[in-house]
């Protein structure tokens, strides 16, 4: 019960922080955007590129808590959570079509650097600055650690106040030196942030997406794990992939002693779920079986291809 009010307190921090960091990035999305046009400033463009893409991934996070929600049906028997994974997808994607776009722009400023209004520049990418200092403070306080969507929300403050901290630079070396290059090369610093960030985010999507292993699990110290409680001989046909980002899921056939009685098969299975708890793994499905029922597999892992050969 207190581990229930733990999670549900540390839910409602979750969501408040990124309704918050929401709001405060989209509102000065707006004002960096605007100021940029009126500057003419490359750099101040990219970095409201980059609050943009921060704004989605923001919003996605606030969806995805809203979405998962809801409860499962029969028409979604996981429910809505795989919500979040489809959003990043298309999180991703614009990320990197965002950054291809400020590398087309800059491109052409370095050939023909155009004049830029730097104090006007420098004013707006400092109140950035300071703008994005406050939300990496608020999502701080969030639970940065487990869970996805905040990290992921942090880390691309993180590259926004890089891009703050560009677009300064740039506008102290135009203000000083009166060196123009300085806006488009601060705007392509960003745009490799952003690229960055947009490749990392669909990569791990289209790994869960694929249901892949979750990187947070070690598949032989689950193994050994299963076939250390005692009763169980071997396990075969193991599947371990994510539900969504933080929630894992795992399905296996263990095979056990022939005279083992349902009330034992319970006690096993409830050990072998505890286990897999402290683990990190939430959601386990576990068939029972006796040698004689089935033989000893050659792998570990559920051969779909041989199956699909056996089949025909």
């Known amino acids: 019960m207190g581990h229930d009010h733990g999670h549900d307190h540390a839910h409602g921090a979750n969501k408040k922080a990124l309704l918050i960091s929401f ?5 000065y999305m707006i004002v960096e955007a605007i100021g940029g046009f009126m500057t003419n400033s490359l750099a101040l463009l990219s970095d409201a590129g980059h609050m943009l893409s921060d704004s989605v991934s923001l919003g996605v ?12 049906d029969y028409s979604k028997t996981y429910g809505y959570k795989r919500f979040e994974i489809l959003a990043a997808v298309f999180n991703g994607v614009t990320l990197v079509l965002i950054s291809l776009y400020i590398f087309y722009e ?37 639970d940065t650690e487990e869970n996805l969507n905040v990290r992921a929300a942090f880390l691309h ?28 090369a601060a705007s392509v610093i960003v745009a490799f942030l952003v690229l960055i960030s947009g490749w990392r985010v669909m990569k791990d999507a ?3 997406l694929m249901e892949g292993t979750p990187k947070n699990v070690e ?21 371990v992939w994510s539900i969504t980002s933080g929630q894992n899921a795992l399905s296996c056939h263990a095979v056990v002693d022939g005279d083992s009685t349902i009330k034992d098969s319970q006690k096993l299975l409830s050990a072998i779920e505890n286990e897999l708890d402290h683990k ?26 041989n199956r699909a050969s056996h089949e025909h």
């Open 219 to 239: 598949l032989d110290e689950i193994i050994t794990t299963i076939e250390n409680v005692q009763g169980i001989k071997s396990i075969h046909d193991l599947h």
């Open 206 to 208: 289209i790994h869960v």
């Open 23 to 27: 709001i405060i990035i989209t509102g």
């Open 280 to 305: 990190g793994i939430g959601h386990v499905t576990i068939q029972l079986e006796s040698s004689d029922h089935h033989p000893q597999m050659d792998s570990l892992i559920c051969q779909q291809s």
């Open 106 to 142: 800059a491109y052409h400023r370095f050939m023909e650097p155009p004049e830029v209004a730097s104090t006007g520049m420098l004013i707006i990418a400092s109140i950035g600055l300071v703008v994005n200092i406050f939300v990496a403070w608020i999502l701080m306080r969030g």
């Open 157 to 184: 403050v993180l590259g926004d106040l890089l891009g703050s901290v560009g677009a300064i630079a740039a506008a102290l070396l135009i203000i000083f030196f009166g060196w123009g290059w300085a806006d488009p």
């Open 61 to 72: 996070g606030l969806a995805a808590f809203a979405l998962g929600e809801k409860a499962a």
